[in-house]
């Protein structure tokens, strides 16, 4: 009898080692889970990223930046309407998804115009803008840029 008494495991040594267990298992799942949104939320550096600088002063700069949300942001500057030497920004928007990974777009309203930016990647240190401008009043105005990523 004796043997079958020592033989025997305590239940709160069971229950301990049940409850050791359980949140073993949960810890996990929680950290499955954190890894598996952090993971989604990472998005492939775009070769976009970064500050594009040219010596044209209708479009002097482009910052370009991937949100939390993955998809590429940018902010357009030019010399400024009435102290030329500063540069004012255009504002942020958000650029328009293309299936051709090296093009993108992002187009800006204003009072008298609408205009639309054409970003091309020629290679990881240049690319070309196209800059389309129609004017509310018919007049239409269009460029290209090339613009150097800054260092």
């Given at each position: 009898m004796t043997q079958a008494s020592s033989a025997r495991i305590p239940l709160r040594q069971i229950m301990?080692?049940?409850l050791t267990a359980a949140l073993t298992l949960s810890l996990s799942v929680v950290l499955t889970v954190t890894s598996t949104k952090e993971a989604?939320?990472?998005?492939?550096a775009s070769p976009f990223n970064g500050k594009w600088r040219s010596s044209d002063e209708r479009l002097k700069r482009i910052d370009?930046?991937?949100?939390?949300?993955?998809?590429?942001y940018a902010k357009a500057w030019s010399v400024?309407?009435?102290d030329s030497s500063r540069i004012?920004?255009?504002?942020?928007?958000?650029?328009?998804?293309?299936?051709?990974?090296?093009?993108?777009?992002?187009?800006?309203?204003?009072?008298?115009?609408?205009?639309?930016?054409h970003l091309r990647?020629?290679?990881?240190?240049?690319?070309?803008?196209?800059?389309?401008?129609?004017?509310?009043?018919?007049?239409?105005?269009?460029?290209?840029?090339?613009?150097?990523?800054?260092?």
């Open positions: 301990a080692v049940l989604a939320a990472l998005c492939s370009v930046w991937q949100g939390e949300d993955c998809h590429l400024c309407e009435h004012c920004s255009w504002g942020t928007r958000r650029m328009g998804d293309s299936p051709e990974p090296n093009f993108q777009f992002v187009g800006y309203n204003w009072n008298n115009a609408d205009e639309v930016l990647l020629k290679d990881r240190s240049h690319i070309s803008v196209w800059d389309s401008t129609d004017y509310h009043n018919g007049k239409k105005v269009s460029f290209t840029v090339t613009m150097y990523k800054s260092r």
